[in-house]
């Protein structure tokens, strides 16, 4: 509890020293002005439950607490520097899990530090920053971590009415697991990624009409892949009362072309081609959501041959996709097809309840699979609402649900049944 309490207090504290700071600067030359600060307080139960002996049941609790400043640099217009801190306290309340990852312990680090201008619809943007793409598929913050991801970079982006580009070089990755202590060349690891790294993306979109919007991608993850990509997305309004939505998206994965800086050697001959499809459709029918996803990671078809040929996403936000269990973080290596069925309701005030089912296979002939095996399926649902009668604070309450099928053998995480639950509150305040 002290520590919880050392957490609500540092707010208003940081907050009122920004006040003072600012009100200092009118006498002369600012260095930094229009000052912006943001907070984040998010407390989180979880309990999580697997069948595996070596990982009984447990809970934890933990907290982040996240300070954001930005402002003006140098009263130069469209010149801004961004600083932010994230904190995690792990209460280890109960019986704490074994597997928890750094991603919910305690931990104190820098997230954001950078400088950017922006002229013309042109941004020029250097240092860390958290970055989500697209729907994160690719690149994201994993921001449901309380620890979250973020990119150390050099980028340029530009946006003209429907259409947007933006190109990077990226130099770091500061990863979920990522201490903070600036430790480096620890890259790729079981899909989660951390350490020096020599990477580009470059993501450009263009929305022809709301039914129609083309977004054309390519990754390149040094001494790992690249990946090269097309979406389709839009929205059909189909009457006053029903919205349509989907997603038609292929990708495909080979070797990388760029290589690690750091002296840490990479797996650049060890990767085969590999394909990537998505199709997604939704609907809003009066506050009733309905949908049906269908997403391949292609696998790779000769696992004897000593090369790693399966489709890996290793800078997502994983947790978005194939189940909130976290079962298949580093795609298995005959693939993976999930399969998966939507359904909730959007109440008018009083939130948004939504239950995910997925079927999961595989996708190419394995050792002990074939393509089409099951790998197992799952049931996850959340309710999310504004608490009513307080300010900016939101609940989540969420579970997952994963079941093995017995049909795969063998000792990969994704054979354990599994059984989480959250409960969270997320505080969020920002100056005007």
């Known amino acids: 509890m002290r520590k919880l309490i050392l957490s609500l207090a540092a707010t208003p504290l940081i907050l009122g020293s920004m006040a003072v700071s600012a009100q200092a600067a009118d006498d002369g030359f600012n260095v930094l002005s229009d000052v912006k600060f943001s907070a984040e307080l998010r407390p989180r139960f979880e309990y999580t439950d697997h069948a595996a002996s070596a990982l009984d049941a447990g809970s934890t609790f933990t907290n982040r607490t996240n300070l954001n400043l930005a402002g003006k640099l140098l009263e130069v217009d469209g010149l801004v520097g961004t600083v932010e801190v994230n904190s995690v306290n792990d209460f280890n309340t ?84 990522d201490a903070g202590n600036g430790t480096r060349g620890v890259q790729y690891t079981g899909g989660i990624t951390s350490g020096s790294t020599t990477s580009a993306a470059i993501n450009a979109s263009y929305k022809i009409a709301d039914p129609i919007k083309l977004t054309g991608y390519a990754y390149l993850l040094g001494s790992y892949s690249d ?87 290793p800078l997502a936000t994983k947790h978005k996709f194939n189940g909130w269990a976290d079962q298949f973080l580093k795609t298995p290596g005959t693939g993976l097809v999930d399969l998966n069925v939507r359904a909730g309701y959007k109440f008018a005030t009083a939130g948004k309840i939504i239950g995910f089912y997925h079927m999961f296979t595989a996708d ?68 005007k």
Do not use: C
């Open 94 to 177: 109960l019986n704490q899990q074994t597997h928890q990852t750094a991603a919910e312990k305690d931990v104190a680090k820098m997230t954001q530090a950078n400088i950017a201008y922006t002229n013309s619809g042109v941004t020029g943007i250097v240092g860390r920053k958290t970055v989500n793409l697209d729907n994160q598929r690719f690149i994201g913050s994993v921001g449901w971590k309380q620890n979250f991801q973020t990119l150390d970079l050099a980028a340029i982006a530009y946006g003209a009415g429907d259409f947007n580009i933006l190109a990077a070089y990226v130099y770091g990755v500061n990863a979920i697991a």
């Open 227 to 313: 990946t090269y990509g097309l979406a389709a997305t839009g929205k059909i309004a189909a009457g006053d009362s029903v919205k349509l939505t989907y997603r038609a998206e292929f990708a495909m994965q080979t070797d990388s072309t760029l290589e690690e800086v750091s002296g840490v050697s990479g797996d650049t001959s060890l990767r085969t081609d590999s394909m990537y499809y998505n199709i997604d459709v939704g609907a809003n029918i009066s506050g009733f959501l309905v949908g049906l996803n269908y997403e391949v990671l292609g696998g790779d078809d000769d696992l004897t041959d000593g090369r790693a040929g399966q489709f890996d996403t």
């Open 364 to 431: 190419q002939d394995g050792a002990t699979t074939s393509a089409g095996d099951a790998y197992g399926s799952e049931f996850d649902i959340a309710y999310s609402t504004k608490l009513p009668g307080v300010n900016n604070i939101g609940l989540l309450v969420k579970a997952a649900m994963f079941m093995n099928d017995d049909a795969i053998n063998g000792a990969a995480a994704y054979n354990d049944d599994t059984t989480l639950a959250w409960v969270q509150l997320d505080y969020k305040f920002s100056t």
